[in-house]
Nanobody, 121 residues
Framework: QVQLVESGGGLVQAGGSLRLSCVAS????????MGWFRQVAGEQRELVAT???????NYADSVKGRFTISIDNAKNTVYLQMNSLNPEDTAVYYC???????????????WGQGTQVTVSS
């Protein structure tokens, strides 16, 4: 199996910063991308940012210029540096990974359990 564990969430005031981390572990042959999504209760989960193992990034328009995603391939870890946070960023943040467990299997998406980020005004 592949496990993803997020950390770094919490309560912060508007204008503040947080750094999220997500470590992928278990039976991993290779990872080709990781990402962050967020979800507010009662709403759809939405993309925040993704990054490939080669470093190509993609961001939601709402976070461009404020959030930065990075990856440490050696540690199977993805980070999300969040600056200039505002109350609209409040959500549960989920990490995902596109990974394969063996050389002869396809890639699958795996999800973490989520970490709460709350931004107070």
């Amino acid at each position: 199996q592949v496990q993803l564990v997020e950390s770094g969430g919490g309560l912060v005031q508007a204008g503040g910063s947080l750094r999220l981390s997500c470590v992928a572990s278990g039976s991993i042959f290779s990872l080709n991308a990781m990402g962050w999504f967020r979800q507010v209760a009662g709403e759809q989960r939405e993309l925040v940012a993704t990054i490939t193992s080669g470093g190509s990034t993609n961001y939601a328009d709402s976070v461009k210029g404020r959030f930065t995603i990075s990856i440490d391939n050696a540690k199977n870890t993805v980070y999300l540096q969040m600056n200039s946070l505002n109350p609209e960023d409040t959500a549960v943040y989920y990490c995902n990974a596109n990974a394969r467990r063996r050389w002869n299997t396809g890639y699958q998406i795996y999800w973490g359990q989520g970490t709460q980020v709350t931004v107070s005004s």
